[in-house]
Every structure is written in C-alpha cells, then in structure tokens.
C-alpha cells in the first residue's frame, strides 16, 4: 500500500547536466586555443582544422553512445576512459604539429585528465597517467626523428619530468576525491536506509508490524475515495477473546506473542490490495479493498478459523486463542468513521453471542 515511487527521469534528459555538458564545453574550450594557436602562426592551419573536425566526431560519437543508452552495456558507464585516451590522442596530433606552443597543448592534457580525477579510482587514474605520459613522450620522440632542427632535447626532457610531476599529484588527489566520493556513496546509503526505518516507524505498529491506526486512517481514506467511483470496500474489525485473562495468566510477554502472531496469521490470508493494522490494544482492522459484504464474510471466517486451530508459540499446547470479528461494507458517502461504529458494533454482537465467531453489520443476504 505504499504510494507509487517517481520514475527517474529517462537518460536523455540527464545529458545536458554534469559530465557530458561539461566534457562537451571543455572540447570547446580546447578548439578554441588551438584556433588561437593557429592565428598566432604556432600550427598549421590545416593541423588546427583536422583537430576541430576530430574533437567533433568524438564528442558526437559519445554523445550518441549516451543518448542511446549504449553506454549501459560497459563496465563503466561514464566511459571516462576511453574519452580521455579519445582526448589524449586528438592532443597528441597537435601537440606534434605546433612544436613552438607545446606547453599550451600540454594544458589540454590536464585538462581532460581532470575529468578523470572526479570520476576514476586510483589504478584507472595511474593508467591514464601513463598513456599521456607515453603520447608526449611519442610526440617529443617522433619530432626528434623527423624536426630535429625544432626539438629541444633537454627542454623536452624537462617538460616529460614536469608532465610526470602534475600528472602524479593530479592522480593522487583524484585518489583522495575516490575515497570522499566512496565515503559520501555509504553515508548517502544509510542515510537511506534510515530514512527507510523512519518511514516504516511511522507507519507500522512496533510490536506486531501491522499498519498503526494513524497510517491506517490515511489508507482508509484513498480506499474510500476509490469506494466513491464505484469500488467496493469492506472494514472487519477484529478483537482478541479473553485477552485479559491471557495476560494475567501467562504474562504480558505471551500477551505480545499473540498479537504479534494474530497479525501475522491474519495477514497470511490477505492478497496484496488488503491491509492489517492494529486498532487499539488487543484489536486489529482487516481492509479488504475492492470486496463485498459477503466476500468479506468468508475472509473474516477463515482467519477465525485459523487463529481458534493455531498452536500460539509461548501458550501451552492445550491453550488455544480465538477471535471475535464484526465486518461491515463501507456505503456510499459514508464517512470511514460510520463505517467502523458499524464495524464495531457487530463486533461487539459477536462477543455477546459467545465470542469466537464473525457477524456481520448487515447480513449478505440482505444487501
């Protein structure tokens, strides 16, 4: 009976929030200094033109891997490793090609390293790290091999050892990030599961885990508003015989265990739209949603019938409990209030007459 959870909002629309808008201002970002770059004379125009069109098709390609939902098939969702290997590549292209401008190009490595700092774990960060590491080294190696007249040896030396430095820190901060972000995961998950016992507190009676009245009046009142449009309702109210003399006889503590056991018992007998939920002391309501008078009867009766031939744990085997049920239909523009007195009153029919028995407020055949 608890109401309907809202949805998450499908994925696509979750793509102009976080990492991906993010991602995509950042590749812009980098197209713009490498134009800037190449308006300064530092790269070949062409160099410049080749990289705008391969940003593109990389952040159109995993735009459409998220907008699809394709990205739920990978061990990582967030593909932050293969967009920054994309990325490091992409750099690495131009980094080669405008050799007088390389610490600017080297800015861009850190910055699409730092999308994984908030992202990956240490071991994914060292990874990364590497590879950039590697793709500089290549292109320091590759413009010694064929620009020798443009490398600086001891210079690109210094530059790969600073790389090496940022990159090391970078990794080491996103591993301190990983564990706040693994401390928060937790926190936010008993958070929730507090949340979830707070709620059930509110809901359900300590001692039994039936309904308490007070969330026992708000289902009431969504089961008459659907009575209303026509649905049927039936109220049986249920009360424990002799309960007094169980709890001076035997003790509170096997007083409890009969209430706990009854709700249980009665419960077993409900389909999933039913309710029970503990009245007051010793007696319980049974709502039957989208049920009839004489429907409610024959359930009234064979939850009579179970608890007067079940063995309570914490009787003696010979003591046996039964239970007296009054069961009346909710009416049109009745209030729920008017329905329990009936309710209750053909309880109280059912005790004078013997106990251990079910009436009802107005025979089925009557109705």
């Given at each position: 009976?608890?109401?309907?959870?809202?949805?998450?909002?499908?994925?696509?629309?979750?793509?102009?929030k976080g990492g991906v808008a993010l991602a995509l201002a950042a590749?812009?970002?980098?197209?713009?200094?490498?134009?800037?770059?190449?308006?300064?004379?530092?790269?070949?125009?062409?160099?410049?033109?080749?990289?705008?069109?391969?940003?593109?098709?990389?952040?159109?390609?995993?735009?459409?891997?998220?907008?699809?939902?394709?990205?739920?098939?990978?061990?990582?969702?967030?593909?932050?490793?293969?967009?920054?290997?994309?990325?490091?590549?992409?750099?690495?292209?131009?980094?080669?090609?405008?050799?007088?401008?390389?610490?600017?190009?080297?800015?861009?490595?850190?910055?699409?390293?730092?999308?994984?700092?908030?992202?990956?774990?240490?071991?994914?960060?060292?990874?990364?790290?590497?590879?950039?590491?590697?793709?500089?080294?290549?292109?320091?190696?590759?413009?010694?091999?064929?620009?020798?007249?443009?490398?600086?040896?001891?210079?690109?030396?210094?530059?790969?050892?600073?790389?090496?430095?940022?990159?090391?820190?970078?990794?080491?901060?996103?591993?301190?990030?990983?564990?706040?972000?693994?401390?928060?995961?937790?926190?936010?998950?008993?958070?929730?599961?507090?949340?979830?016992?707070?709620?059930?507190?509110?809901?359900?009676?300590?001692?039994?885990?039936?309904?308490?009245?007070?969330?026992?009046?708000?289902?009431?009142?969504?089961?008459?508003?659907?009575?209303?449009?026509?649905?049927?309702?039936?109220?049986?109210?249920?009360?424990?015989?002799?309960?007094?003399?169980?709890?001076?006889?035997?003790?509170?503590?096997?007083?409890?265990?009969?209430?706990?056991?009854?709700?249980?018992?009665?419960?077993?007998?409900?389909?999933?739209?039913?309710?029970?939920?503990?009245?007051?002391?010793?007696?319980?309501?049974?709502?039957?949603?989208?049920?009839?008078?004489?429907?409610?009867?024959?359930?009234?009766?064979?939850?009579?019938?179970?608890?007067?031939?079940?063995?309570?744990?914490?009787?003696?085997?010979?003591?046996?409990v039964t239970v007296s049920i009054g069961v009346a239909q909710h009416?049109?523009?009745?209030?729920?209030?008017?329905?329990?007195?009936?309710?209750?009153?053909?309880?109280?029919?059912?005790?004078?007459?013997?106990?251990?028995?079910?009436?009802?407020?107005?025979?089925?055949?009557?109705?």
């Amino acid at each position: 009976m608890r109401p309907p959870q809202p949805e998450a909002p499908p994925q696509a629309q979750r793509l102009r929030k976080g990492g991906v808008a993010l991602a995509l201002a950042a590749s812009a970002v980098t197209v713009a200094i490498t134009l800037l770059v190449e308006q300064a004379g530092y790269i070949p125009a062409g160099a410049a033109a080749t990289y705008g069109v391969a940003v593109a098709v990389i952040c159109a390609a995993f735009y459409a891997l998220f907008a699809t939902g394709l990205n739920r098939k990978f061990a990582d969702p967030s593909l932050t490793a293969p967009l920054l290997v994309a990325a490091g590549v992409a750099v690495s292209y131009v980094a080669y090609h405008g050799a007088e401008a390389r610490a600017a190009f080297m800015a861009m490595y850190v910055m699409a390293f730092s999308f994984g700092v908030f992202t990956l774990r240490l071991r994914g960060l060292v990874a990364v790290a590497v590879f950039y590491l590697a793709c500089y080294a290549a292109v320091a190696g590759l413009s010694l091999l064929w620009r020798p007249e443009l490398t600086d040896v001891r210079r690109e030396l210094f530059r790969i050892i600073a790389f090496a430095v940022v990159l090391g820190w970078m990794a080491y901060m996103g591993s301190y990030v990983a564990s706040l972000r693994e401390t928060l995961r937790l926190a936010a998950q008993q958070l929730r599961a507090a949340l979830e016992r707070a709620e059930a507190l509110a809901q359900r009676d300590g001692l039994t885990g039936a309904y308490n009245r007070r969330h026992m009046m708000s289902l009431l009142a969504v089961e008459a508003a659907r009575a209303q449009r026509g649905a049927s309702l039936s109220l049986c109210l249920a009360d424990m015989d002799n309960f007094k003399e169980i709890n001076d006889t035997y003790g509170h503590l096997a007083g409890d265990a009969v209430l706990r056991q009854f709700a249980a018992m009665a419960n077993a007998q409900l389909r999933a739209t039913d309710f029970v939920a503990r009245f007051g002391g010793e007696e319980f309501l049974v709502a039957l949603s989208q049920t009839a008078l004489a429907g409610a009867a024959l359930v009234a009766e064979r939850v009579r019938a179970v608890v007067a031939a079940a063995s309570i744990v914490g009787l003696p085997a010979e003591r046996r409990v039964t239970v007296s049920i009054g069961v009346a239909q909710h009416r049109p523009g009745e209030s729920i209030e008017a329905t329990l007195q009936r309710a209750d009153a053909a309880l109280y029919k059912a005790k004078d007459q013997g106990r251990n028995r079910v009436i009802c407020a107005d025979p089925p055949e009557a109705r």
